[in-house]
């Protein structure tokens, strides 16, 4: 099995290319924090990504430089020779998912906090109300819960 999950912060702006199809493919590296810190200083990976067609363009669109992002992908190693003949190897995660990591208002470029809090939603379910987290309240006992 060849799947790869990583969530970090872009190092530079997305870049957009097509092929001589027409095919779009964006290519652009993230750098992940390392789960353990040696000696109090936190280090991280830099990791070559490669999306095509529309998640290219996804990211492209709403991801810029320093923008916290999250891809689902898998590895895929290459090798060339370079001009001077020398073999070169690398090795990419081609992405298959990405998602939103960071608060709303960073992917926006906003230094102000979100403020969306869902509207609480009356319910006669025969569970209580609903409070303002979203929870059911309970008026009876433990009797009245289904499950116990």
């Known amino acids: ?26 290519s652009f590296s993230i750098a992940v924090n390392r789960r353990f810190a040696k000696d ?5 990976d830099f990791i070559n990504c490669t999306a095509w067609r529309q998640q290219a363009e996804f990211i492209c669109k709403y991801f810029q430089k320093g923008a916290m ?10 090798s060339w020779e370079n001009q001077e003949g020398k073999r070169q190897y690398s090795t ?4 298959d ?6 608060s709303r208002s960073e992917s926006q470029g906003s230094s102000q906090e979100s403020s969306y809090m869902p509207q609480p939603k009356s319910s006669d379910d025969g569970f209580g109300d609903i409070d ?6 309970m008026d009876g006992s433990e009797d009245d819960l289904p499950f116990l």
């Not at 109090?40 to 991280?44: F, L, R, S, V």
């Not at 990419?92 to 992405?95: A, L, R």
């Not at 303002?132 to 309240?137: E, K, L, P, Q």
């Open 69 to 78: 992002i999250a891809v689902v992908g898998s590895l895929q190693s290459r």
């Open 1 to 26: 099995m060849n799947k790869v999950i990583l969530m970090g912060r872009l190092t530079r702006d997305p870049e957009m290319r097509q092929t001589p199809n027409g095919v779009s493919v964006c």
């Open 97 to 102: 998912e990405v998602y939103f990591t960071g």
């Open 132 to 137: 303002s987290m979203g929870f059911h309240t």
């Open 40 to 44: 109090g200083q936190q280090n991280a």
């Open 92 to 95: 990419d995660v081609v992405v």
